[in-house]
């Protein structure tokens, strides 16, 4: 690729294709190809050169001697790796449940654009410089916020507006949000949810080491919503769309551009999560997946 974006053949160092599609390569390798063995002789190393690597190249391409970068084994390429794709399907199978409840969970508290909720800012009155709560209007949520996958290290930001000086910020989502919706989750009747994920009791609860950025409700208790709004979020806004082939495509592989790295979780991690997740909903949860 030269500086200006156009693809540069390192071969014959004409524009408009690499050097695995080099037409003059595949021009000297057929020359040789055809040649007897007395006139390759003749020839010089350029032919031979040619000869091997367009060979080497064409060996390389062969699905049987490709090796998967997702799951390491060979056979296949990452695009249609069918463990990569069987942990998309995993996650397809989880939202169809997921979604609905996600709508419910917010339902109830509240949590939409417009509503109030309140955190503590060093502000200036009277000439004094104090540490008080302040109230602040949600106005915007980041895009795909609290997509499933994002469960595991504490869902996205929120924009919202400073009932004291009007200028806008960008939060965490609250904690009591988080508790809300990792409880509709991850709640089970026979464990209690730990002080964190290696306390003792955080240790035997199925979840809770899974989904580990979420105190005790103690903590979330402290951050709640103190006005609610009745107008939710789009649901377009709250997850990353799985719809698309392209971005399907793109899921749980390495990631090309930074602009995926977020969307299509491109950590090794998250795929791991999806997994041990399908798992455990299907067995403690009872969720028909």
């Known amino acids: 690729m030269s500086w200006n974006g156009t693809l540069t053949c390192s071969y014959c160092y004409n524009r408009g294709h690499s050097r695995r599609k080099c037409p003059e390569m595949k021009k000297s390798h057929d020359v040789y190809e055809s040649a007897t063995e007395e006139e390759r002789r003749d020839m010089s190393y350029r032919y031979r050169n040619a000869h091997n690597e367009w060979k080497q190249m064409r060996e390389t391409l062969k699905e049987s001697n490709k090796v998967c970068t997702f799951c390491q084994t060979s056979g296949h390429r ?155 979020f789009p649901e377009e806004r709250l997850h990353h769309p799985l719809e698309k082939k392209r971005d399907i495509n793109k899921m749980f592989r390495e990631s090309k551009k930074r602009s995926d790295e977020g969307r299509f979780y491109t950590e090794e991690y998250t795929h791991n999560f999806v997994g041990e997740m399908f798992s455990k909903l299907k067995e403690h949860k009872g969720w028909k997946l």
């Not at 399907?89 to 339902?107: A, E, V």
């Not at 026979?190 to 290696?198: I, T, V």
């Not at 950025?213 to 208790?221: E, Q, Y």
Request: proline letters at 5%; charged letters at 25%; a positive charge.
């Open 78 to 232: 990452v695009l249609t790796c069918p463990d990569r794709l069987g942990k998309v399907d995993m996650l397809k199978k989880i939202n169809k449940i997921y979604k609905p409840l996600l709508r419910k969970t917010l339902k109830e508290i509240g949590f939409g654009k417009g509503c109030l909720i309140e955190s503590y800012e060093w502000i200036t009155i009277d000439g004094k410089h104090e540490k008080r709560q302040v109230p602040y209007m949600v106005t915007d949520i980041e895009q795909g916020a609290l997509d499933f996958c994002n469960l595991r290290e504490g869902f996205g930001t929120i924009t919202v507006t400073s009932m004291v000086d009007m200028r806008q910020r960008s939060f965490g989502i609250p904690q009591g949000v988080k508790w809300a919706i990792t409880q509709a989750v991850c709640h089970l009747d026979d464990y209690d949810w730990g002080e964190s994920p290696w306390c003792p009791v955080g240790k035997l609860h199925p979840f809770q080491r899974d989904v580990r950025n979420i105190g005790s409700k103690l903590n979330c208790d402290k951050y709640h919503i103190l006005s609610p709004s009745d107008d939710l």
